[in-house]
Each structure stands twice: as structure tokens, then as C-alpha cells.
């Protein structure tokens, strides 16, 4: 089993930055996909990106091209989600997930999650 700490939430104006972090332990990661995911005020959660722990190759959801990069640190074993110009829109519960399955896009995919970190955007 997979456990996933986020961390790197807060309180910032639009255009500004944040970095968030998902701490992974549990077991070996070859294979998996860690995914990020943010769910809104009375929305449902939605994809926002993507990396293959094995590849490093990178997924991102339309809305957040050119804006966030996705990374992993095999060393630290943790995943970074960088977000830069930042709008209200981005504001929500961000969390981590990780799983194996091939259509990253979709939260079916993932069998281990984290608890949230709150990113609030103030236009």
C-alpha cells in the first residue's frame, strides 16, 4: 500500500506561484503514475496532471498547460506539482495519487490517495 502526504498549500493573489509536494511511501514506485487532482467549491474533482514514476514522461490537463510543471524526485521519493501564474479558477483541495493504470486522466485509475492540501487564489 501506498501512502501520500501533500503538502506546499496556502493563500496567494492571482499570478503568483506554489509549489506543492506529495511525500510517497509505502513500497517501490516502478510502474506507477503519480497524478494530482483538485476539487473546487461544489465541483467535481478533476484532473491536473500527470507523470510517470518509470519515464518521467508528463500529462497535463488543458486549463493548466504552460503553467504547471510535474516532476519526481526518485532520491526523495516525492512528487512536485509547480504552479506558476496562478488564477482563481486553480483554487481547491489539490491532492496526490498514485496507481497504475494507463488512462491517467481518470481518479478510477489511482488506488491510493492523499488528504488534500488547500490552494486558495484570490483574483
Known amino acids: 500500500q501506498v501512502q501520500l502526504v501533500e503538502s506546499g498549500g496556502g493563500s496567494v493573489q492571482a499570478g503568483d506561484s506554489l509549489r506543492l509536494s506529495c511525500a510517497v511511501s509505502g513500497r517501490t514506485l516502478h510502474g506507477y503514475v503519480m497524478g494530482w487532482f483538485r476539487q473546487g467549491p461544489g465541483e467535481a474533482r478533476e484532473f491536473v496532471a500527470a507523470v510517470f514514476w518509470t519515464g518521467g514522461n508528463t500529462f497535463f490537463a488543458d486549463s493548466v498547460k504552460g503553467r504547471f510543471t510535474i516532476s519526481r524526485d526518485s532520491a526523495k521519493n516525492t512528487v512536485y506539482l509547480q504552479m506558476n501564474s496562478l488564477k482563481a479558477a486553480d483554487t481547491g483541495l489539490y491532492y496526490c495519487?498514485?496507481?497504475?493504470?494507463?488512462?491517467?486522466?481518470?481518479?478510477?485509475?489511482?488506488?491510493?490517495w492523499g488528504l488534500g492540501t488547500r490552494v486558495t487564489v484570490s483574483s
Open positions: 495519487a498514485a496507481g497504475r493504470d494507463s488512462n491517467v486522466p481518470n481518479p478510477r485509475g489511482y488506488s491510493s
